[in-house]
């Protein structure tokens, strides 16, 4: 034993150089034995598992997904706005991969796979919503060919509908949000023969009986009438085939023309028919929100 200037002794005597502890790459899940008299059973820390050595860093990997700049990158994951597969990360130098971790910035996911896209084509009347067409028709395939290989089309519309179609080669994204368990509307527009009863609305929420079940839309209005014609929105979540077409003929109104506007958060704005798009950054976590990915 020493004794130091105010003469205490310390109350621990060290036998030659301490041990370092062995350097880590990285924390680890492992977790420190707890005095149970302090610790409630089963309390764990939360500890950073995210890291991939060699991986990208994370402020890059935001900023070359258009998130910010790299210093705006490095602002949020120090006030704890960024999660990587769940977990917050805080730490500047954190290294992931892109293309397998799943990035979130305030809540909404970002879409970091650099060979992932996403599209929205304005569909002309006349053009067939598949890839080819064996019959010789204008198709998707004709609009988007160039763009991205194995390109999935979210749903369908009508060859004499057109609007506001989704493209992608992210096969999870375009799984759920065709399926109806998950319920992404999608709003059209349909010209319609007038007058329309202002009760419509009731008739359609309430659902009406096809020949393949029950149907019934979100929400019905009427959107402006002129003359003989009036224009109409059908909001509608499931993807029965011609479901607006045939819901309507069924009340007595023949759809004379119609469009698709929006699907989930995606609307289809002054894109002009025939012309394509890329999502925004915003658009994209919007629509991975929408499907709770």
Same mark, same amino acid.
Request: include cysteine; charge should be positive.
């Given at each position: 034993?020493?004794?130091?200037?105010?003469?205490?002794?310390?109350?621990?005597?060290?036998?030659?150089?301490?041990?370092?502890?062995?350097?880590?790459?990285?924390?680890?899940?492992?977790?420190?034995?707890?005095?149970?008299?302090?610790?409630?059973?089963?309390?764990?820390?939360?500890?950073?598992?995210?890291?991939?050595?060699?991986?990208?860093?994370?402020?890059?990997?935001?900023?070359?997904?258009?998130?910010?700049?790299?210093?705006?990158?490095?602002?949020?994951?120090?006030?704890?706005?960024?999660?990587?597969?769940?977990?917050?990360?805080?730490?500047?130098?954190?290294?992931?991969?892109?293309?397998?971790?799943?990035?979130?910035?305030?809540?909404?996911?970002?879409?970091?796979?650099?060979?992932?896209?996403?599209?929205?084509?304005?569909?002309?009347?006349?053009?067939?919503?598949?890839?080819?067409?064996?019959?010789?028709?204008?198709?998707?395939?004709?609009?988007?060919?160039?763009?991205?290989?194995?390109?999935?089309?979210? %749903? /369908? =519309?009508?060859?004499? #509908?057109?609007?506001? !179609?989704? &493209?992608?080669?992210? @096969? $999870? +994204?375009?799984?759920?949000?065709?399926?109806?368990?998950?319920?992404?509307?999608?709003?059209?527009?349909?010209?319609?023969?007038?007058?329309?009863?202002?009760?419509?609305?009731?008739?359609?929420?309430?659902?009406?009986?096809?020949?393949?079940?029950?149907?019934?839309?979100?929400?019905?209005?009427?959107?402006?009438?002129?003359?003989?014609?009036?224009?109409?929105?059908?909001?509608?979540?499931?993807?029965?085939?011609?479901?607006?077409?045939?819901?309507?003929?069924?009340?007595?109104?023949?759809?004379?023309?119609?469009?698709?506007?929006?699907?989930?958060?995606?609307?289809? %704005? /002054? =894109?002009?028919?025939? #012309?394509?798009?890329? !999502?925004? &950054?915003?658009?994209? @976590? $919007? +629509?991975?929100?929408?499907?709770?990915?």
């Amino acid at each position: 034993m020493r004794a130091d200037r105010g003469g205490r002794r310390d109350d621990v005597q060290t036998v030659g150089k301490p041990a370092r502890p062995k350097a880590q790459p990285f924390k680890t899940s492992a977790q420190p034995k707890r005095d149970p008299d302090f610790w409630e059973p089963g309390y764990t820390d939360e500890r950073d598992t995210t890291e991939v050595p060699g991986g990208e860093r994370l402020q890059k990997v935001l900023a070359q997904a258009g998130v910010a700049s790299r210093r705006a990158c490095e602002d949020m994951i120090g006030e704890g706005r960024v999660t990587v597969d769940g977990q917050v990360v805080r730490r500047f130098g954190a290294r992931v991969d892109p293309a397998k971790q799943v990035i979130h910035v305030d809540g909404k996911r970002i879409p970091t796979a650099p060979d992932l896209v996403y599209y929205a084509l304005n569909k002309p009347i006349g053009v067939v919503s598949t890839m080819e067409d064996p019959e010789g028709r204008p198709c998707l395939a004709d609009y988007v060919q160039e763009l991205a290989p194995r390109l999935f089309h979210v %749903g /369908r =519309l009508d060859t004499e #509908t057109e609007g506001l !179609l989704l &493209l992608t080669n992210d @096969g $999870e +994204l375009a799984h759920r949000l065709t399926h109806p368990s998950y319920g992404v509307p999608k709003k059209y527009w349909a010209k319609v023969p007038g007058p329309v009863p202002r009760d419509l609305h009731r008739t359609l929420r309430k659902g009406i009986e096809l020949e393949d079940g029950l149907a019934k839309v979100d929400s019905f209005t009427i959107v402006q009438e002129h003359g003989q014609q009036a224009l109409v929105e059908v909001v509608l979540h499931e993807g029965r085939k011609h479901i607006v077409r045939r819901l309507l003929e069924e009340t007595g109104h023949r759809v004379i023309d119609l469009a698709r506007i929006e699907f989930g958060p995606v609307k289809l %704005g /002054r =894109l002009k028919p025939g #012309t394509i798009r890329a !999502l925004s &950054l915003h658009e994209v @976590g $919007e +629509l991975y929100a929408s499907v709770k990915l």
